[in-house]
């Protein structure tokens, strides 16, 4: 099924940026009719997602570019990050122990679970030189509406 809407923002592969981003996010889930902590939820997700491929995709080298594409579904709000960095595979994820992380005073590694606790579903995509990251969260029908 094609999306209803498609919008796309480029940024370069600098934390500088993340503030477009959640702008360009919040303005799109906002029209698409979910509630502000929805909004924050998704924003939330969203900038992990270009975090993780501005440290670990390009490794803090802001030449490389970053795709946030919004696709608007009639039932679903995706949000695709991304990059052309090295792949990542997501089954080779575990998250760390936060017993570990308190003693070791070491912050990170927490994103993918973040993404996954706030979106229905996240997928990890690559293809022709890319990486993906497709962030998903089902819309609400509005009262009235089939």
Same mark, same amino acid.
């Given at each position: ?19 477009? &981003?959640?702008?360009?996010?919040? %303005? ?10 929805? #909004?924050?939820?998704?924003? %939330? ?8 491929a501005i440290k670990h995709a390009y490794k803090g080298k802001e030449s490389g570019l970053i795709d946030v594409? #919004? ?6 709000f995706v949000v695709i990050v991304r990059d052309r960095g090295p792949g990542f595979d997501p089954s080779k994820?575990?998250?760390?122990? #936060? ?18 606790? %706030?979106?229905?579903? &996240? ?11 497709? %962030? ?11």
């Open positions: 099924m094609s999306p209803v809407e498609t919008y796309q923002i480029t940024i370069p592969a600098a934390t500088r940026y993340l503030g477009a &981003v959640r702008r360009f996010v919040a %303005l799109h889930a906002r029209a698409a009719g979910f509630s502000e902590q929805e #909004i924050e939820h998704i924003k %939330l997700a969203v900038d992990e997602a270009c975090t993780n594409i #919004i696709h608007l579904y009639p039932e679903e994820y575990t998250m760390p122990g #936060i017993e570990n992380s308190i003693r070791e005073r070491k912050g990170g590694g927490y994103g993918i679970h973040l993404m996954r606790r %706030l979106m229905d579903r &996240v997928e990890f995509k690559q293809w022709n030189g890319y990486n993906e990251v497709h %962030l998903i969260k089902r819309r609400h029908k509005k009262r009235g509406t089939p």
